[in-house]
């Protein structure tokens, strides 16, 4: 299946008619406007296939509750964060192996760009439901600004969040307002800095760079003949 | 050892348990403190659990994974989209080329390619294949856990009938590395789909004597019956996904409902169990029929593969396009996905691993509140869970 991405609208503004339509994610869509309204700041379908909202942060716990309370998003997939800045480190790729298979990197980093739904800050918190009787997920995401990275919790609407949180608070800095065990999950207490975040560099690689493609191993059916059985 | 429960306890059970989900105990008041883990059998790995005591029963129990933490999610961003296969083939070692399934299919659908009708069905055969050496071992397990040492040694046995023949294809028993994106890397060898049947017909008598030996036990029953309830609201807002969802009764299983294209679970004919109950018995029983039914869609798939190529023309350096894309499939331990954020680049940009242990062993401090120590050994067996998995 070839997804077509419909271009992202604001609820707002009519989608063209004559990309394909996907009539049950624009009426959950519109469900969504209906109960949240401005709140929705940016949203896009993948036609057949998944839906991306985008909230404020204020209306990010409420969220939580309307989607699990009245239209039946009871499941809870995943929270996690997601930092849009471009790696300083670039691939951390450029052994000479690399560099003669690729050219030379880029050494210029290329503007922020946020994903789908849009956004407008460096860091975003984003979550994903899904609903066990319609089976249909929707991945939401709110803007964090740089100076206060604090959003609600979810944990008290999914139980599940809890973990999540934990993990997305010690892996990007976010805190959640109303978390009741805000407390490091895999790191160690005394540990600095965010891992997850671009800007903390995987020593590893500092230390050591990678070897890069050095065989590469030829596709099956392109350089050898069709083996079957 | 707790008797079998009549209902009225077992309302009464959930109703205290229900009573202090919210209470989050700080470890403060008097009471024994007993530590389980990292290296204690019943945690399959390196799991601490630290739980407060108040005689034999557990006031509180916090799991403190971290001790397997591997940053898979920040290592993926310095990997090309084909080496990360070698990675995520780690998480859930006892099923890793599952694990592999849903991060080409999501590579899949932002390129927009998809492979070829036989290398859909050897990928759907490989993954039942390795639910089986998973859920075998899981069953295994259950035994060593409550004292029943030969279904232990049953399950070794068995589990390498199906390892054999992964490795008869993918050359790896854990890691196979044999995904693609486009396809997959290599043809089945000769004489691969007699065996690999003749292998289920021994899947299926293992199966029957878990049950005989195990399943159907009375000390088993009683170790596990109306022991760590879970209803299915709070299985649903816990995100407890797989086995551990349908022992609650919820009738949910991707391979049915949302399969992702790639894989051929429409084409052949099997059942969804459930089972009402919500303890520790039901998700043992569960994964039972799961390995009965995966053994089942296996020797049915053997008998329709298509001919045809193996590979999907893809370019030899593999650049996904910018987009989003989340894609999950229904693993031996429930629900596994990958969030795949790609900028257009060699490497993706943002992987979030969404991996079905985490969530589901997130349940614990609820779910072991109340409990006496031996059940903890019972639910935490019966929730099944793979330390990679938890610690990504």
Redesign the interface.
């Known amino acids: ?3 077509v ?1 419909a271009p992202p609208d604001s609820p707002a503004e009519a989608a063209e008619p004559e990309a394909p339509r996907d009539a049950v994610r624009e009426a959950l869509l519109g469900r969504l406007t209906e109960e949240l309204g401005s709140e929705i700041v940016g949203s896009h379908i993948r036609v057949g ?2 839906l ?1 909202v985008r909230v404020t942060r204020d209306a990010w716990p409420s969220v939580a509750d309307i989607v ?1 309370r009245k239209m039946k998003f ?5 929270l ?1 964060g ?2 849009w800045l ?2 300083p480190f670039g ?3 450029d052994s000479q192996e690399d560099i003669t ?2 050219g030379t990197l880029p050494k210029e980093l ?1 503007p922020m ?1 946020s ?2 739904a849009g956004g407008d800050t460096r860091f975003q918190v ?1 979550a ?1 439901v899904y609903s ?1 009787t319609d ?1 249909i ?1 929707i ?1 939401f995401k709110a803007d964090l600004p740089d100076d206060d990275l604090s959003v609600g919790t979810w944990s008290t ?4 969040a ?3 949180e934990r993990e997305c608070w010690e ?1 990007y800095g976010f805190s959640f307002n109303g978390h ?2 805000l407390k ?5 207490g005394g540990f600095e800095g965010n ?2 975040r671009k800007d ?1 560099p ?1 020593l590893a ?1 500092r230390v050591k760079p ?1 070897p890069g ?1 050095i065989d ?1 191993e030829p ?4 350089a050898d003949e ?4 | 050892m707790a008797a079998p429960v009549s209902e009225r306890d077992q309302l009464a059970y959930i109703s205290n348990q229900a009573a202090d ?2 209470v ?1 105990l700080e470890f403060e008041s008097e009471g024994m403190t007993l530590n389980m883990g990292p290296q204690h059998p019943a945690t399959h790995g390196t799991l601490r659990i630290l739980a407060k005591l108040d005689g034999e029963r557990v006031i509180s129990c916090e799991p403190m ?2 001790y397997m ?1 591997r ?1 898979y ?3 993926c ?2 990997r ?1 989209y084909p080496q990360v296969t070698t990675l995520v083939n780690r998480i859930d070692w006892l099923g890793s080329f599952a694990n592999e399934v849903p991060w080409i299919l999501a590579a899949e ?1 932002l390129m ?3 492979a070829p009708p036989r290398a859909q069905h050897i990928r759907t055969i490989l993954f039942e294949l390795s639910r089986i050496g998973n859920i075998a071992l899981f069953l295994g397990d259950l035994g060593i856990q409550l004292g029943g040492i030969t279904v232990g040694f049953y399950a070794f046995r068995d589990r390498e009938h199906v390892l054999n023949q992964v490795e008869a294809v993918t050359g790896g028993r854990f890691h196979p590395n044999f995904d ?1 994106i486009g ?8 004489g ?2 007699a065996e690999t049947k003749a292998a289920m017909v021994k899947v299926q008598k293992f199966c029957d004597q878990v049950e005989d030996l195990l399943i159907g036990n009375e000390i088993f029953q009683a170790r596990t019956r109306g022991i760590g309830i879970i209803p299915p ?2 299985a ?5 996904s797989g086995a551990n969802a349908r022992g609650s009764g ?1 009738d ?1 299983d991707l391979r049915r ?2 399969c992702p ?1 790639g894989l051929v679970y429409d084409k052949c004919d099997w059942t969804v169990w459930t089972h009402p109950d919500g303890d520790s018995f039901s998700r043992s029983w569960i994964r039972l029929q799961e390995t009965r039914e995966a053994a089942k869609i296996v020797d049915q798939l053997l008998d329709t593969i298509p ?1 045809g ?3 999907a ?2 370019p ?2 593999i650049k996904v396009p910018e ?4 894609v ?1 499939t229904e693993n031996p331990l429930g ?1 596994m ?1 990958y ?1 795949l ?1 790609s ?1 257009g ?3 993706p940009f ?1 992987v ?1 691993i ?1 991996s079905a242990s ?2 589901n062993i ?2 614990v401090p ?1 779910l072991c509140k109340g409990v006496y120590v031996p059940d903890v050994i019972s639910i935490l067996a019966s929730l099944y869970f793979i330390l990679g998995d938890i ?1 990504r």
Do not use: C, Q
């Open positions: 299946m070839s997804s991405d296939d998944d991306w699990s009871r499941f809870f997939d995943f996690s997601l930092d471009p790696s691939r951390d790729m298979v690729h290329p760009a994903g789908y984003f994903r066990l089976h997920g991945t609407v999914y139980a599940g809890n973990w999540h892996m009741p065990h490091h999950l895999y790191l160690p891992p997850l903390f995987l690689r990678w493609i590469v596709m099956p059916g392109v069709e083996g079957g059985e | 989900a919210r989050n994974p971290g933490h940053g999610e920040k290592l961003e310095v090309t659908k927009g390619i998809e693609r396809g997959l890397k290599d043809d089945l060898p000769k691969w789909i609201h709070v649903e807002s816990y995100g407890l919820i949910w409902d949302n294209p001919s190529a193996i590979m023309k893809v030899r350096i987009g989003e894309a989340y999950a629900e996905g969030y954020v900028k680049d060699l490497n943002r979030k969404r985490f969530n997130s349940i609820w610690d």
